[in-house]
């Protein structure tokens, strides 16, 4: 039990366990929860649905979750970061082939576990060592691939939709780059590049959830 609340100091702007050592890393996940907020505008304007208003109050947890984690930084309130990220993962891609791609429930399970079985292959064959080089940046692969595999699904399948998860992936792959370079940088940056990490979530979840309000409406044969 007492694992649980080990500190953890894994970000160049933290230099203490105290509760604020990461005030822009912490701040900056209001930009999240915005974006949570922004798409559930979007999805009520355009009436989109339930599961599109779900996926908004999704992200408003990922930006929750990840206040929680940079403010305490602790063992246990890590899981409050990754668990939101992880899930919504699964259900944006369940969404999008659904949705975007227009692909039957069968078809969407079966691509989603063939997706999750290939890159879970791909990321455990990493070398250790790129995973630390990357301070654990290579663990977001599932996203980022998912986004560009939604994608190419969706515009294969003649969904604007894809033209989004793809912009999404570009968007997310920039981010990998603040993600993994800020124990680089705190020599020359003390407060690190984590925080633009933040700010980029933040614009590709605001650009993901606007996709889902304009191309994730229900077709009418399964609404």
Known sequence: MDKLFVPLDIYCERINPGLWSEPINAVTNILIVAAGFLGLWQVRVRKTGTFAELLCWWVVGIGLGSLLF??????LTKWADIVPIATFTLAMMLFALRRFARLSWARTLVYSACYFVFIAIVTY???NSVHAATNGTTFYLPALGGYVFCGLVALANRGP??????????ILLVGFFFRAIDQE???????????????????????????????????????
Not at 70 to 75: F, I, K, Q
Not at 161 to 170: D, E, H, P
Not at 202 to 218: E, F, I, K, S, Y
């Open 185 to 223: 940088v705190c020599a020359s940056f003390p407060i690190g590049t984590h925080f633009l990490w933040h700010v980029l979530i933040a614009a590709m979840l605001a650009l993901n959830l606007v996709g889902v309000a304009r191309h994730g409406a229900p077709s009418p044969k399964s609404a």
């Open 70 to 75: 940079h403010t305490t930084a602790l063992e």
């Open 125 to 127: 064959l990493l070398p």
């Open 161 to 170: 939709g894809g033209w989004y998860a793809l912009a999404c992936s570009g």
